[in-house]
């Protein structure tokens, strides 16, 4: 049984590589949204055009986007979101809603101090994990069954 993983969320930490590291071996697919943050911003004028108005500049980037993401949300068999603490990542509450929408296994990644805020948000998922080597921990013991250590 292999795994296809999407990772949605903050892009200013190692996470991701944390996470995709430690399931080396492990039969697992992973995807996610463009890290580059240049880029997923931009994306929309770059390819169709200039805006005046950073309201539309921002609108054809987050419709850019959205075709990739909607596309690894729905093909994942889990999606991993995590919130950081650097900036709010509505983006990531969205992706989670939809993924928990579309009846994704959903784990969040969040450190204890989001724990209020996010009350709603982990009341969807199957697992909170505090550190993406507990993700790993998931992804192997539903993979293989067996535990850490």
Not at 91 to 110: E, P, R, T, Y
Request: charged share 25%.
């Amino acid at each position: 049984m292999g795994l296809n993983v999407y990772l949605s969320g903050e892009i200013h930490t190692d996470w991701r590589e944390r996470i995709i590291d430690g399931a080396q071996g492990l039969d697992v697919t992973f995807s996610g949204p463009v890290t580059d943050h240049g880029a997923s911003d931009d994306c929309g004028v770059t390819i169709l055009g200039a805006e005046t108005s950073k309201y539309w500049h921002d609108h054809k980037g987050a419709m850019m986007n959205a075709i990739r993401t909607r596309k690894g949300i729905e093909d994942a068999d889990i999606v991993v979101v995590r919130f950081g603490t650097q900036y709010k990542q509505w983006n990531a509450a969205f992706d989670a809603g939809v993924a928990s929408a579309l009846g994704k296994s959903l784990v969040i990644l969040q450190p204890e101090e989001h724990d209020h805020a996010l009350k709603e948000v982990d009341a969807a998922a199957l697992a909170v994990a505090r550190e993406p080597e507990e993700v790993v921990n998931i992804l192997r013991y539903v993979l293989t069954g067996t535990l850490p250590g």
